[in-house]
């Protein structure tokens, strides 16, 4: 699978989104990548075990500077840009980021629409 797009960029979303995976899962959890075309798109998913990401908070965590108020997030060292980054570099590929329940986790998608197709 490609995607065309700025190779530092991309590594700077896998590098942002295992890196909340490693932070935010407690020890002995499980944490899964997977790159696939889903419905003719290139998809990126990173997964974990760890606490998820409650449905109302979702949106918020994509904005600069938002950390959960739960325990998970107090227990942590950050500053809530790590996320925020991610968006944008979704943004200037053409791609979306979403947030789903991984039960138990998260697993943040990546999928890329239009231009940047795979060959
Ligand atoms: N894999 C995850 N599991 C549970 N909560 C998460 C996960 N990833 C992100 N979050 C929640 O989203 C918030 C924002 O994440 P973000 O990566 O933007 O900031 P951070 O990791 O707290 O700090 P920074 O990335 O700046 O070091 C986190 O503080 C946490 O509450
Ligand atoms: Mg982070």
Known sequence: MKVHGDVDLL???IENLVDNALEFTPSGGTITLEARIDAGQPVLHVAD???GIEPGERE???????????QYAHATAGHGLGLSLVAAIARVHDADIEIHDNQPGCKMVLRFRGRMLAR
């Open 49 to 51: 075990s760890g606490p």
């Open 11 to 13: 590594f700077g979303v």
């Open 60 to 70: 918020a965590v994509l904005c600069p500077f938002y950390r959960s108020p739960s």
